[in-house]
């Protein structure tokens, strides 16, 4: 129904986008993640599905389905999530990464569940580097495409998210504060701080993720 009523003003768009966190194994129980819920990402996904695009989600261990008509690679690892995505872009005229990528890496343990050795002496895990799955799209971005990116931040957003929209070569990215109570993880509002390629810059009030999600597609086709 709410399909029958939205703009189509997304048709003929084929759009990917990441989501949720991606969880990296350690040992046979135990894996390092973060809170994502997956949320905003769905939401964007929601959004553009509705407006009329073609849409596919790459998504890290969330509990959300989506409609038949929004296509969902499931994924666990960053390493995973990278390979799905950078296989799809070619293809894809947008794409948003709301994804909560783990930076790094455990040096796997084993297939065997790590033991406790009785000694008081702690734990030290060693870790690798993930590999950044958006500022590799920005890299492979072709003249038509467009990107769009997320960053959550604790503090100096604004700083990042200028660093970051360059860095990665995106058109337009959307920053969070994680620290801010009914904004970042796991809750169904954001206050974003957006910035786009053209030097546009703006501050949202707190918004229900679903307005987030319509109004950056908005800005981003008009963009
Ligand atoms: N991202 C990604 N792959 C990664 C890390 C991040 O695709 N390995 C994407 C996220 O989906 C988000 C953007 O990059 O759209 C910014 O993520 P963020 O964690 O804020 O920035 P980082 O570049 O990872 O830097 P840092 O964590 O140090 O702030
Ligand atoms: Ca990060």
Not at 36 to 43: L, P, Q, V
Not at 64 to 72: A, E, P, R, T, W
Not at 112 to 128: I, Y
């Amino acid at each position: 129904v709410l399909k029958a009523i939205s703009p189509q003003d997304m048709a003929g768009k084929k759009v990917m986008v990441t989501l949720g966190p991606t969880r990296e194994p350690w040992d046979a129980v135990r894996f390092w993640s973060n809170p994502s819920s997956g949320t905003m990402g769905a939401c964007m996904a929601v959004a553009a599905w509705l407006r009329g695009a073609d849409v596919t989600v790459v998504s890290g261990p969330v509990s959300l389905d989506f409609h038949s008509g929004i296509k969902q690679v499931r994924v666990q690892t960053a390493q995973q999530m990278f390979d799905a995505a950078t296989d799809l872009w070619p293809d894809m005229d947008l794409a948003c990464c709301t994804a909560a990528v783990a930076d790094y890496r455990p040096v796997p343990h084993g297939a065997d569940k790590f033991k406790k050795s009785g000694a008081d002496s702690g734990l030290t895990v060693e870790f690798n580097n993930n590999p950044d799955i958006l500022r590799t799209l920005g890299e492979r971005k072709a003249e038509a495409q467009r990107l769009m990116g997320f960053a959550a931040e604790t503090s100096s957003c604004r700083e990042e998210a200028e660093r970051k929209l360059a860095a990665k070569n995106l058109d337009l990215i959307a920053c969070n504060r994680i620290d801010r109570e009914g904004s970042g993880f796991a809750v169904t509002t954001n206050e974003m701080f957006v910035l786009d390629a053209h030097g546009r810059r703006e501050q949202w009030p707190n918004l229900k993720k679903t307005e987030v999600a319509w109004r950056l597609w908005d800005h981003l086709l008009l963009s």
